[in-house]
């Protein structure tokens, strides 16, 4: 199965109204396959993650560990709930894909992981969010003055972390640039919740695929190219896994556009009309504002009371077929460029059912 029919089926499910489930047995990309590969990445990475924020300031690396879920308030150990892995997972099997052993990719999992901690420490201030993974968010615990403070050192550690590397100048010029779209992502993200909903100033479609691209695809795309890259793969292979995360961003943004307003609770674990419920600019929301419905739909939107009708009328309009079709492009150019380069192929199919997973879970 490839990523893209993996793709199209789980949006299919989980935007049911039953949420009715196939067995998934012999799928590559199952949930459980995911799990195993992304078990098996964190406890490779954990050390040398742990020994790196161990580096740092004991009040910054305990705000570090706590962003990690591996302590409390005040430096006591626990198991909170933590990331995912996913970037960390893509680093490693980068390297693997690229025929080196996973060790090779270690250092480029921990700079990545060390850059996307950072970037929710300072999201989540930017964006107000007083939680992050059922806990209070680092600002919240800590203050926001310490919070940005662990966010820049957690960014200064990753840079120090590839630097050692061989080949460590083009490894932080990789970072650096994944870096900067997540910049430039994050800021258009910033400005268009005061654009109008509709007229010439409105968002576009396009514009909303290129901030998903740099504000989700780009580091998942520098994780890969990074593992393989410390990994000795040739050039074209890491641009190829490059192009692989950035395609993938995309298609999951908009794949979670869609459930964020049509997926059944109890499949995705979101209210039902959630993203409506908050006003956001969504694909498919953006695309049945340029129909002859959009301003009735805006109107909706601005009032914010009945988002029932709204998700009717942004249907009507072809807003989620729309960002259907639009997933699935991406997820195709995800297969093409899998398949344009020589890939080992237990790391590759480690890889798809990963990259199954990213387009089924939030990241």
Do not use: N
Not at 1 to 19: C, K, Y
Not at 332 to 341: G, S, W
């Amino acid at each position: 199965m490839t990523v893209s029919s993996l793709t199209v089926e789980t949006a299919r499910q989980a935007t049911s109204p039953h949420g009715e489930r196939q067995d998934h047995e012999s799928d590559p990309g199952h949930p459980a396959d995911a799990h195993r590969v992304l078990d098996r990445c964190r406890a490779l990475v954990r050390p040398a993650l742990t020994e790196a924020v161990g580096r740092l300031h004991p009040w910054i690396g305990e705000m570090a560990a706590y962003s990690f879920g591996w302590c409390e308030v005040g430096g006591a150990p626990v198991a909170a709930p933590g990331g995912k892995g996913v970037r960390q997972a893509l680093a490693v099997l980068g390297a693997e894909a690229a025929g080196a052993p996973a060790r090779a990719g270690v250092a480029a999992a921990v700079a990545v992981e060390l850059v996307h901690t950072f970037s929710l420490l300072h999201d989540d201030i930017m964006d107000g969010d007083a939680d992050r993974r059922r806990r209070p968010a680092v600002w919240k615990a800590y203050g926001t003055g310490p919070a940005v403070l662990a966010g820049d050192a957690l960014f200064a550690l990753a840079v120090e972390t590839l630097a050692a590397q061989p080949g460590g100048a083009g490894a932080v010029r990789t970072l650096s640039a994944a870096l900067g779209d997540l910049v430039r992502g994050q800021a258009d993200d910033l400005l268009f919740t005061d654009r109008p909903w509709t007229g010439p100033e409105r968002v576009r479609p396009e514009e909303y695929r290129t901030l998903a691209e740099h504000k989700t695809g780009a580091l998942l795309g520098c994780a890969a190219a990074l593992g393989a890259a410390l990994g000795g793969a040739a050039p074209e292979t890491v641009a190829a896994l490059d192009r692989v995360g950035r395609h993938l961003g995309i298609a999951f943004q908009i794949v979670d556009d869609v459930l964020g307003i049509w997926g059944d609770p109890r499949v995705t674990g979101k209210p039902v009309h959630g993203d409506l419920r908050e006003r956001k600019k969504t694909f498919p929301v953006l695309v049945a504002l340029g129909s002859p419905a959009g301003a009735r739909i805006a109107a909706l939107l601005q009032a914010g009371d009945a988002p029932g009708e709204a998700a009717e009328l942004i249907e009507q309009a072809g807003g989620r077929s729309a960002a259907m079709a639009e997933a699935r492009r991406h997820i195709a150019l995800v297969d093409t460029a899998l398949a344009a380069v020589p890939l080992e192929a237990g790391a590759a199919a480690e890889l798809r059912a990963l990259l199954g997973f990213l387009v089924r879970r939030d990241v």
